[in-house]
C-alpha cells in the first residue's frame, strides 16, 4: 500500500514537472534561436570567408558585459568547435579573423586572400576588448580615388574586410546624388542646371565638401540610379553587422543656379580651391533661414530613400576659409556649427554630427584655439564627432585641447590620393597609441582608426593599426610581425624572411608620412611622377634608408623563389622591387639634368637609357599586380558605363584624376599611381621629351626655355588623358 501511494506521488510529481521542462527546453530552442538571428550577418561573413566550416563557429551575442560601451569578445575552441561571444557582430567578425589568423590559417588584405584551414582547430582561448567605442574608417575623398567604379561584389569584399578588422564606424557617401537631385528640383532647378552644377564621377568628394562644381561633368543620369541601387545595399549590410554608417548632412553649400534664383538669401561666392583654375563654390550663411529649410529637407529625402541613420557628416570649411567678418569673427562661427548642429538634430532627433578635423591642421593661422572652441561652443558635448585622423602630419587634438569636451577620434590619413610609396610607422603607431591612452588631458576620445584617402596599399600598416585597437600596443611588433607573416605567407616564417622584414621596419616602415610627395609645390610620389623640372637637381632625397631596403629587396628575391607562383610573398617583392628601383630613378634623374645641364652629353645619354631601361623594367615586373594597373582602372569605369558615350566620359574622369587631375594650381600628379602601364605609357614619356629638349639645348648650344617645354607636356597630358 505504501509503495503504491509512492508510485502514485512519483508519477503526480513528473507530471507537475513535465510542463516546466517543456517551458524551459522551448526557452532554450527560442533563445537559440533568437541569438542565432541575430548572430547570422557575422556568420555569413565567416562563410564567405571559409566556406562550410563556418558551421563549427558557434556565435554568441551578449550584450552590456562589464564593458560599458566598449567593444569585447571571448573565444575558445572545444573540441570541433569555436566558441565566440561578443558585443555585437563586427566584434565577433574580428574575434573570428584573429583566431584564424593567429593560428596562421587565414590572411585577408585587398591584394588577395589566403585560406588553408587545418584539419582539426587547434587548442586556443582569447579574451579581447578595445577602450574605443568606435573604429573608423575611409576618408571622404577615398570615393574618388578608389571607389567611384566598384559594383556591389567589391563593396561586399570591402565591408567584409572592415567587418574581420573590427571597423564599425565606416563613412558611407555612395548615393547622395539622387537625394540632391530630388533636393534641388523641389527649389526649381531644372535638369539642364543640374547638369551644369554636378562634377564628373571621380571628382564628386570634392564638390560634396564644398571645393569645386562641374568639374568633368555632366554626370550621367544613369549614375544617380546606379549609385542609389548601390548605397542601399551598402547600408543594409554595414546595418547588419551592427556598424554605424556616417552618411551625409547639408553643410550649406549650394548650386551657382540655386543662388542666382534666390537673389535675397545671404550666399558668399568662395575663392577658387587649391590655387585657382576651378569654378567658385557658393555658401549660404548659417543665419539665412534657407539654411536649416534645405538641410532639413535633404536629410528627409535621404531617410525615405536609405532609411534612418544616427551620423551625419557635414564639412562646410574643407581647405575653404569661413566667409567671416574679422569684427564679428567668434560668433558668426559660433553660429554655423550651431546651426548645422541643430539643423540635423532637427531632422534626425538624437542623431550625431561628425566633421572631419582636417581643417585644424591644413589651416592654423586661422584655426586659432579662439576660432575652434567659438566654432564648438554651442554644440553638445555628446553630439558631436571630430575625427582627427590626420596625426602623422598634424597634433590637432593636442593644439586644440582635445576639442574642447567634444568627442573625437584619434587616427592617421597614411594614404594620399592612392599613391602609394611604399611605406608607413609601425613603431610610430603603437608608441602614439600607448602614449594617447596614458595621457591625462586626451579628453573624451571615442574612436580610433584609419581614415585613407586611397586603397589598395601597404596592408601590413592598415592590418597593423586596426590591432592596436585591441592590442593597445601591449603585444611585441616582433610577436606581431611573425604571425600576420605566418599567416600571410602560408608557413612558419624562415629566419630570412623574417630578417628581410625587418630591414623592411628598418627602411621603409619606419616612415610616418612621405614628405616628398609634395616638393617645390609639385605633387608626386617620386621624381619621376612630377612633371618634369630642372630644379630636381635641388632636390634632397626621398625618405627612408635606400641601402637597407636593397638588403630586404635581395633577400626576399632568394626566398621568393621558395613559394608557389601565387604566393602573397611574390606580391611583397614586386612592391619591394619597384619601390627601390623608382628611389634609383630619382636619383639617376637628378644626375641626368645635371649632365645636359653641364654639357656632358656622354654621361647624360648613358643615365638617359639606364633610366629608359629601369622604367620600363618596373612597368613590366607590375604586370604581377593586375589589381595596380591603369588597365584595370580604365577597364572599370568603361565598364561601369551603359553607353559609348557614358563609357567615354568615365574613361576620361578616371584618366584626368590619376594624373592632371584639374585646375591651374598644384594638384597634377597628386594622385600619382606606381601602377603597370603608368611608367611607360605616362611617366617616362613626360621626362623622355623633358631630357631630349634639354640636351638639344645643350648640344645646339642654346637657353633651356623650361616654361614651352613644360606647356607642350601638359598638351600631350591632355591628349593623353582624352585618348582612347
Not at 357 to 371: N, S, V, Y
Request: some cysteine; charged content about 25%.
Amino acid at each position: 500500500m505504501k509503495r503504491e501511494n509512492f508510485k502514485i506521488k512519483k508519477n503526480s510529481s513528473l507530471k507537475k514537472a513535465l510542463p516546466i521542462f517543456i517551458l524551459l527546453f522551448f526557452c532554450a530552442v527560442k533563445g537559440y534561436c533568437k541569438n542565432e538571428e541575430k548572430t547570422k550577418s557575422a556568420l555569413a561573413v565567416i562563410e564567405r570567408l571559409i566556406g562550410n566550416r563556418a558551421s563549427e563557429f558557434e556565435l554568441s551575442i551578449i550584450e552590456n558585459k562589464e564593458h560599458n560601451k566598449s567593444d569585447w569578445f571571448e573565444i575558445e575552441t572545444t573540441g570541433s568547435q569555436v566558441k565566440i561571444k561578443a558585443s555585437n557582430n563586427t566584434a565577433i567578425c574580428y574575434a573570428a579573423y584573429n583566431f584564424l589568423r593567429d593560428i596562421g590559417a587565414v590572411l585577408v588584405s585587398w591584394e588577395g586572400k589566403r585560406v588553408n584551414l587545418p584539419k582539426s582547430w587547434p587548442k586556443y582561448s582569447k579574451k579581447g576588448n578595445t577602450p574605443f567605442e568606435y573604429r573608423e574608417y575611409l576618408n571622404a575623398c577615398t570615393f574618388g580615388y578608389t571607389t567611384p567604379w566598384w559594383d556591389w561584389k567589391r563593396w561586399e569584399q570591402e565591408i567584409d574586410w572592415m567587418a574581420v578588422h573590427g571597423i564599425n564606424l565606416p563613412t558611407a557617401m555612395e548615393g547622395q546624388e539622387a537625394a540632391w537631385q530630388e533636393l534641388w528640383k523641389e527649389y526649381g532647378l531644372t535638369s539642364t542646371q543640374l547638369e551644369a552644377h554636378f562634377t564628373g564621377p571621380a571628382f564628386l568628394p570634392w564638390q560634396r565638401m564644398g571645393n569645386i562644381n562641374s568639374l568633368e561633368g555632366p554626370l550621367p543620369q544613369e549614375w544617380f540610379s546606379k549609385k542609389e541601387e548601390l548605397q542601399k545595399k551598402i547600408l543594409d549590410r554595414m546595418r547588419a553587422l551592427d556598424m554605424h554608417p556616417v552618411v551625409p548632412a547639408f553643410s550649406g553649400y549650394v548650386p551657382k543656379a540655386f543662388a542666382e534664383k534666390h537673389p535675397e538669401a545671404k550666399i558668399s561666392e568662395l575663392k577658387s580651391w587649391s590655387g585657382g583654375g576651378f569654378e567658385s563654390t557658393f555658401l549660404l550663411d548659417s543665419k539665412d533661414p534657407l539654411f536649416k529649410k534645405i538641410g532639413k529637407r535633404f536629410i528627409e529625402i535621404y531617410t525615405k530613400m536609405y532609411g534612418k541613420s544616427n551620423f551625419y557628416l557635414a564639412d562646410s570649411f574643407n581647405e575653404i576659409r569661413p566667409p567671416v567678418s574679422e569684427h564679428n569673427k567668434y560668433e558668426e562661427l559660433s553660429n554655423y556649427g550651431s546651426t548645422i548642429y541643430e539643423t540635423i538634430n532637427e531632422a534626425a532627433p538624437g542623431a550625431v554630427w561628425v566633421m572631419q578635423g582636417w581643417l585644424f591642421g591644413d589651416d592654423k593661422e586661422f584655426w586659432t584655439k579662439e576660432a575652434t572652441s567659438a566654432f564648438l561652443s554651442k554644440v553638445p558635448n555628446d553630439r558631436l564627432i571630430i575625427q582627427d585622423y590626420a596625426n602623422d602630419r598634424y597634433k590637432v587634438w593636442e593644439n586644440q585641447e582635445a576639442f574642447y569636451g567634444k568627442q573625437w577620434t584619434y587616427g592617421y590619413v597614411h594614404n594620399y590620393g592612392g599613391s602609394n610609396p611604399v611605406y608607413g610607422d609601425l613603431n610610430f603607431y603603437k608608441n602614439e597609441l600607448t602614449s594617447l591612452l596614458k595621457n591625462k588631458n586626451k579628453g573624451n576620445v571615442v574612436g580610433y582608426g584609419v581614415m585613407p584617402e586611397g586603397l589598395n596599399n601597404n596592408s601590413i600598416v592598415y592590418e597593423y593599426i586596426y590591432d592596436l585597437a585591441w592590442s593597445k600596443g601591449e603585444q611585441p611588433i616582433d610577436d606581431w610581425l611573425n604571425k600576420y607573416l605566418d599567416a600571410r605567407y602560408g608557413k612558419k616564417t624562415s629566419a630570412s624572411v623574417f630578417q628581410a622584414w625587418q630591414l623592411l621596419l628598418e627602411s621603409v616602415y619606419n616612415i610616418k608620412y612621405w614628405e616628398t610627395r609634395w616638393w617645390n609645390d609639385r605633387a608626386g610620389a617620386y621624381l619621376l611622377f612630377k612633371r618634369p623640372t630642372v630644379t630636381i637637381t635641388e632636390f634632397k632625397g626621398n625618405p627612408g634608408d635606400k641601402k637597407k631596403l636593397k638588403e630586404a629587396l635581395d633577400i626576399l628575391n632568394k626566398e621568393a623563389k621558395k613559394y608557389d607562383k601565387k604566393n602573397l610573398i611574390q606580391y611583397d617583392l614586386i612592391d619591394v622591387s619597384r619601390h627601390y628601383y623608382s628611389l634609383c630613378i630619382d636619383e639617376d634623374l637628378i644626375e641626368c639634368v645635371k649632365a645636359y645641364q653641364q654639357k656632358d652629353i656622354t654621361k647624360g645619354d648613358q643615365l638617359f637609357k639606364k633610366i629608359e631601361k629601369q622604367a620600363l623594367d618596373i612597368d613590366k615586373i607590375m604586370i604581377g599586380q593586375p589589381l595596380n594597373s591603369l588597365d584595370n582602372w580604365i577597364e572599370s569605369a568603361s565598364a561601369y558605363g551603359s553607353s559609348p558615350e557614358v563609357s567615354k566620359l568615365y574613361v576620361k574622369n578616371a584618366k584626368t584624376l590619376i594624373t592632371l587631375w584639374g585646375g591651374e594650381g598644384h594638384l597634377n600628379d597628386y594622385a600619382s599611381r606606381s601602377w603597370h602601364g603608368m611608367y611607360k605609357g605616362f611617366y617616362w614619356p613626360r621626362w623622355k621629351m623633358f631630357l631630349e629638349a634639354l640636351k638639344k639645348s645643350a648640344v645646339n648650344n642654346n637657353p633651356f626655355d623650361e616654361t614651352k617645354e613644360s606647356e607642350l607636356i601638359k598638351n600631350w597630358e591632355i591628349n593623353w588623358s582624352e585618348s582612347k
